[in-house]
Structures are given as C-alpha cells and as structure tokens.
C-alpha cells in the first residue's frame, strides 16, 4: 500500500469544491458576505485580500472550525454540510494552519503519524512509518536532513514541509495553506514554492493564502480576491499584473459587479473532453513557449 496517491497530471481538471454565497458573521462583524469561491483539481488556487478581508475565515469555513451563515458548499457537485473538522477530514480538505501545529519534541515521523500511528500487533511500526515517511519526503523533493530529529531543531522552511506532508497522510483532496511563506527567507520560500508545484503536480486542488504577490504570481494558476469579506475580483495569473491585484486588493478597484466578467481557467480539452495538459510555464506563457 502507498501512501501516494497517482499522479493526476493531464487528467481532467474536475471541481473538487464550490462554495456559493457564503455569509458568516461574528456577532455584529460581518467577516464574509456572499463569497463564492472554487477548487479544481491539479490546480492552485491563491486567495488574497487584506488583513481582515476574510481570507482565514472562508478557509476555516471549509476547514469545518467556523459553521456559515449562509450559502451552500457543494463537493464533487453534491451538496455537502461540514460542520465540523471531521467532516472536512472525511471529505478529504486538509488544512496547514499558519502556526502549523507541530510538536516541537517529536521526530519527523511522530510529527506526521501522530493521531493516525501504524502498528503492527501490539507495536508502533517505526519501520514502516520511517519509510513512509522518506517515500513521502523525497516525492515532494523535500531537504529534511532527518526524519530522526525533534521538528525544534529544523528551519522554519523544514516546518512547513514537514507540515505539508503531515497533511498528506490522509491523502487529502484539497491542501489548504494559510500564509505558508510568511516567516521565511528567500531560499527556504523557494523550496515552499517548489513545494507547492510537488502538490499540484499530484493533483491535489491547492488554495494558497499569501500577502506575497511575487509569490502567489509564481505558482498560482488562478487568483481570487476578497476585500471587505466579499468577492473583488477573479484572476487568471497568467494574465495579471500584480498592480491590477494590489488594486483590487486595497479596492482602487472596485470589481464587485464586474468580477463574474472575468471568465474562469477553463482547461483546454481535446474533442473526446479529455484535457491538453500544460505545463505551468506554458500556463504562464499563452504563446506557449517553454524556457
Ligand atoms: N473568531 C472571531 N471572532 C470575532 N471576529 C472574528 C473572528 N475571526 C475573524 N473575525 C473577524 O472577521 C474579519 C475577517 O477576519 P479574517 O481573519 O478572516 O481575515 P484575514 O483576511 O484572514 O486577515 P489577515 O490577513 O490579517 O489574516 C475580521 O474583521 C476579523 O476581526
Ligand atoms: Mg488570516
């Protein structure tokens, strides 16, 4: 048994996730008001907005910590209830939380099996775990030096690896990342970057919060903007300049009625309805030209 799923690179790009009118209030705050917001699979979906636009609560929505308000989710096109982070752990909606949750005494591997252990009889089955664990690591080209050493004594870069992977136990099929790359240096956000291309290129739906416009242009293929708690715009990141977003974000524009103009990533197809696969820099390079 693996614990990879295949990859799914070139298959169709199906819905995974469509939230529709979602409202969630705190007492008199109104943190979101009629946001809909989509998840395909194989892709990476960045959503970003200013602080207090709503961005962790629609995510904790999903993520079954905050019930809505109001609107409908639907999964896989049925429409589905996630009242509670069991529901979205059942329905396969991992979450790494920004202050990701790790047990700084504990090993690599206690990080990631922690909750879900494999045993043999009686027995923890370390043996079993350790290679998992490295299977894991090296399919994400992860740098863990050891998976023997309390998660204390790794780079704030490693955490968050470790943390991605932890996530991938229960083979998710959406990875939901809140601010991965907030607290890193340049190399270290690299390696969350590639990282993050590793998930898509398994087929996980990927939503990515960052305040990091270079970053979110790196590797998103579709961008969404919150402000205010509503929906302010709807990017494909091929095509966006990060002045058109940071106008949208600080609401120089306004695209609460225009934002449906803009059409969604729709992927090409072939006429049997199987997708041409891109690469992410063809994705990037309407012309096409790989470099
Ligand atoms: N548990 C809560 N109780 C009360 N108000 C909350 C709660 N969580 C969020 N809010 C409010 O909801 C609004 C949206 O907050 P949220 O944390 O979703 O924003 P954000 O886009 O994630 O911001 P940041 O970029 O600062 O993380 C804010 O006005 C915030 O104060
Ligand atoms: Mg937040």
């Avoid at 199906?14 to 009118?21: E, H, I, K, P, Q």
């Avoid at 009242?83 to 990631?112: H, K, M, R, W, Y």
């Avoid at 590639?194 to 398994?202: F, G």
């Avoid at 891109?278 to 096409?288: A, D, F, N, V």
Wanted: net charge negative.
């Amino acid at each position: 048994m693996s614990i990879a799923p295949p990859p799914r690179t070139g298959r169709h790009r199906d819905r995974v996730l469509a939230m529709r009118g979602i409202d969630k209030h705190f007492g008199a705050v109104r943190a979101l008001t009629g946001v809909d917001f989509e998840v395909n699979e194989g892709e990476v979906v960045a959503l970003v907005g200013d602080n207090g636009a709503g961005k962790s609560t629609l995510v904790k929505v999903l993520a079954g910590v905050h019930p809505p308000d109001g609107g409908t989710i639907e999964f896989d096109g049925d429409p589905v209830h996630i009242g509670s982070p069991a529901d979205a752990q059942e329905f396969g909606i991992a979450t790494v939380f920004q202050d990701l949750a790790l047990c700084d005494n504990l090993d690599v591997v206690a990080n990631l099996w922690l909750g879900r252990e494999l045993v043999e009889g009686a027995r923890l089955d370390e043996v079993d775990m350790e290679q998992r664990t490295w299977a894991l690591l090296r399919e994400l080209s992860a740098k863990i030096p050891s998976v023997r050493t309390p998660v204390a004594s790794l780079s704030g870069g490693q955490r968050q690896t470790v943390a991605i992977a932890r996530s991938l136990i229960g083979e998710p099929r959406v990875v939901i990342l809140d601010e991965p790359t907030a607290a890193l240096g340049v190399a270290q956000t690299a390696e969350v970057l590639n990282l993050i291309e590793r998930l898509r290129e398994r087929g996980h739906g990927v939503v990515l919060i960052s305040h990091n416009m270079a970053d979110v242009m790196a590797v998103a293929d579709r961008i969404v903007v919150l402000r205010l708690g509503r929906n302010n715009g709807e990017y494909n990141a091929a095509e966006v300049t990060s002045e058109i977003l940071i106008a949208a974000i600080t609401g120089a524009v306004d695209n609460s009625v225009s934002r449906r103009a803009t059409p969604p990533v729709v992927p090409d197809t072939r006429t049997d309805g199987t997708v041409i696969p891109l690469t992410s820099r063809e994705r990037r390079r309407p012309g096409g030209g790989a470099s």
